[in-house]
C-alpha cells in the first residue's frame, strides 16, 4: 500500500474494544451516502478513494450502519476493501429505520435486530460483527428485550462485541447487567457536552466512548473559541476540535467523518497535536 506522508492515526495512541486494539482515531462513513446519509453517493469511485485513504492514514476504526442509505454504506466500505487489511475494525449499528430520507425510527423488536445482524453481515462480508452497536433505544420495546436479542447472537457467534449508541447512564448499566459492553456513542463536541454524565460513567469502567458529530457542524467549527485558539497555534478548526477531544479523554474514540480526501487528511493530522494547558482550558 502507498506511504503516506503523514505519522497518521498511530500517533493518537491506542485504545481497547474488548480484546481488540485500534488507533484511537476513527473514521465515520456515513457521510459517503448521498445527502441527509440517503441513497448511494453520486461518484462511488470517489467514495472508494476516500476508504482507501482512510486505511493509508492508519485509521483502523470504521463506523457505519444498517440505516445510513439505508443499506447503503456498509455495501460501500466491502466493495471499496475487502478483503480486509489485518486489524482493521468494522463497527457497525443497528436499531434505526429510514423511511424516508427525513426520517430515522427506533425498531429494537428483537426479530428486527436479528434479521439487522444477517443483513450487516451479507454486506460488509463478514460471518461475524466485530463491534455491533445498538443505535438507539426503542421506546416501545424493553431495553432488556433488545439488549437479550443481541447477546444471543454474540452467544451463536454471529457478534464479537457489543455497543450502545444515544443511551443515558442508566441504560448503560442495564445492558451491563444483561451483557458486556465494550462501547458506547453519543453525541458530543465541543459546544454540546449534554453526554457528559455517559461520558464520565466509561472513564469509570473503561468503555470506550465514540463521540457522534465530534466537530459540532459548521456552527462548532466557526465557535469563537475555536477560532482564537486555532489561529493562535496556526491549526485548522477541526484538527484542533478533534485534538481537544481526544485530550479530554483517555476513553474518546473519536468518528469524524467527511467526503473530502483533503478534510480527512487534516482530520488525521489532530492524532499528532498535543494541545498546551492554556489552549485546553481556552477551549473549556
Not at 442509505?69 to 456498509?74: D, F, L
Request: aromatic letters at 6%.
Amino acid at each position: 500500500m502507498e506511504q503516506s506522508p503523514f505519522k497518521g492515526a498511530a500517533l493518537a495512541g491506542t485504545i481497547d474494544l474488548g480484546d481488540l486494539t485500534v488507533n484511537r482515531l476513527g473514521f465515520g462513513a456515513m457521510r459517503l451516502c448521498g445527502d441527509s446519509a440517503w441513497g448511494r453517493p453520486r461518484d462511488r469511485g470517489h467514495a472508494s478513494r476516500v476508504l482507501h485513504r482512510v486505511v493509508e492514514l492508519g485509521v483502523n476504526f470504521i463506523d457505519t450502519a444498517d440505516s445510513y442509505g439505508p443499506e447503503t454504506n456498509e455495501s460501500l466500505i466491502s466493495e471499496a476493501l475487502y478483503p480486509y487489511p489485518s486489524g482493521l475494525v468494522i463497527a457497525t449499528k443497528g436499531g434505526l429505520v429510514r423511511p424516508n430520507r427525513r426520517s430515522w425510527v427506533e425498531d429494537g423488536r428483537p426479530d428486527h435486530l436479528r434479521r439487522a445482524i444477517e443483513g450487516s453481515l451479507q454486506r460488509l462480508r463478514l460471518e461475524r460483527i466485530d463491534l455491533y452497536q445498538f443505535h438507539a433505544p426503542d421506546p416501545n420495546v424493553p431495553f432488556v428485550e433488545s439488549l437479550g436479542a443481541l447477546a444471543d447472537l454474540q452467544r451463536s457467534g454471529k457478534i464479537r462485541h457489543i455497543g450502545l449508541s444515544n443511551v443515558t447512564v442508566d441504560q448503560l448499566e442495564l445492558a451491563r447487567s444483561i451483557t458486556p459492553i465494550v462501547s458506547v456513542q453519543n453525541m458530543y463536541n465541543l459546544r454540546n457536552r449534554t453526554g457528559e454524565d455517559v461520558l464520565a460513567a466509561c472513564e469509570r469502567l473503561g468503555i470506550a466512548f465514540l463521540p457522534w458529530y465530534p466537530l459540532g457542524g459548521r456552527r462548532g467549527l466557526k465557535a469563537l473559541k475555536v477560532k482564537q485558539v486555532a489561529l493562535r497555534r496556526g491549526l485548522s478548526h477541526a484538527a484542533l476540535s478533534l485534538a481537544w477531544l481526544l485530550a479530554k479523554s483517555p476513553v474518546m474514540l473519536p468518528i469524524p467523518g467527511t467526503r473530502s480526501i483533503e478534510h480527512l487528511e487534516e482530520n488525521v493530522l489532530a492524532a499528532a497535536l498535543k494541545l498546551e494547558p492554556d489552549d485546553f482550558e481556552d477551549l473549556q
